[in-house]
């Protein structure tokens, strides 16, 4: 690692240990379009709503995702398994933290600009964008609760912090003329149901139906296969290609952030984005159950797609950013569908 990240790292681990005494549950996101930026914070010491970062010490093995769900859908965040390189990713993983780092925020492999989690004291998280898949709507106070979940993957073991915000716990102001807005939080607390995660139940002559139960239903994005993550969630992939072996690379909205990252961690290799490493050592696409998707161009436009690959995931949503990453406004919401108001709208 070198000085800089190292002094950075530190310096995030240092703030956070100061911090820890501070009580409470917060949320805030902050939208100005007018602006052409967004920002979301989140922070908790609530044990009880889970503060465990798993035992595993790899940062090859931990990856994680931030959930954030209102009235209008749910926003996701991916955050891929990998050692920081070319400006992102994990750059601690022992027996008291993990830290994430992505200084292309909110370009790179995910909105999320910073997140640590310290075992059993604290989790704080910040993103430059209002998420990379299904972006978070607002419009002013919530009509019901803001749920929040934070899950980890460590070692291939999960842990999960959930929390929930009633509607008089929140406030709204405008900001910009009207234009966008300041939702703050407060007082969360522990969600034992961890209602951010999607769950559906069918009638009461069936047995409740779940995420992880092979079948994506209503509200699930999908359930099981390459490009989906324990909490049924797309997390979109890339490659690197090279001449007898493949390396995983975590997504990336641009191609020359793939290149980049293939060219330190596996150098003379092609960089192919939205692939996925196969069994026989070579990357390729991989078809999965057949989603539809939809692209939120402006907030009264949006165009349709049907995803069944990997690749076509990749691709659609590099079609919807217009070649820019994250962060400019455009956005993919996965299964979902473009309604009459020209507003994608969840299935």
Known sequence: MNRGLLVETLALVVALASSVSAAGTRLLVIDR???????????????????????????????????VRNENGTATYAIAAGTYAVGAGWVANDATHASYINRLAPAGPTGVWRSVLAEGRRLKLVARSLGDL?????G????????????VTNDGVPSTHCTRFAPSDCTWTPVDGGTGGKLRCRDGVADS???????????????????GNGIREPGEQCDGGPACSPLCTVMLASCCAGTDA?????????QYYVYQ??????????????????????????G??????????????CYEGVGSSIAGLWYFQSYCLGGVGLGNGSYMAVNATCGGDGVCVSQ
């Open 261 to 286: 990252w293939c060219l330190t961690y596996l150098p003379g290799s092609t960089p192919v984005a939205g692939q996925a490493c196969r069994s026989d050592g070579t990357c390729g696409d991989v």
């Open 288 to 301: 999965i159950d057949q989603v539809p998707l939809c692209c939120q161009q402006t907030a009264t436009t």
């Open 193 to 211: 149901a961890c209602s951010a995660i999607p769950t559906t139940t069918t009638t009461t002559t069936l047995a409740p139906s779940t995420c």
């Open 33 to 67: 379009p007018a602006k052409g930026s967004a920002r979301l914070s989140y922070t908790s010491n609530d044990a009880a709503a889970g503060l465990s970062k798993g035992s595993g010490t790899d940062l090859s093995t931990i990856a994680a995702e931030l959930l």
């Open 246 to 254: 493949c390396v995983a690379a975590p997504f990336f909205t641009l």
């Open 134 to 138: 299904s972006p978070l709507v607002m």
């Open 140 to 151: 002013g106070v919530p009509s019901s609760d803001v749920e929040v979940a934070y899950a």
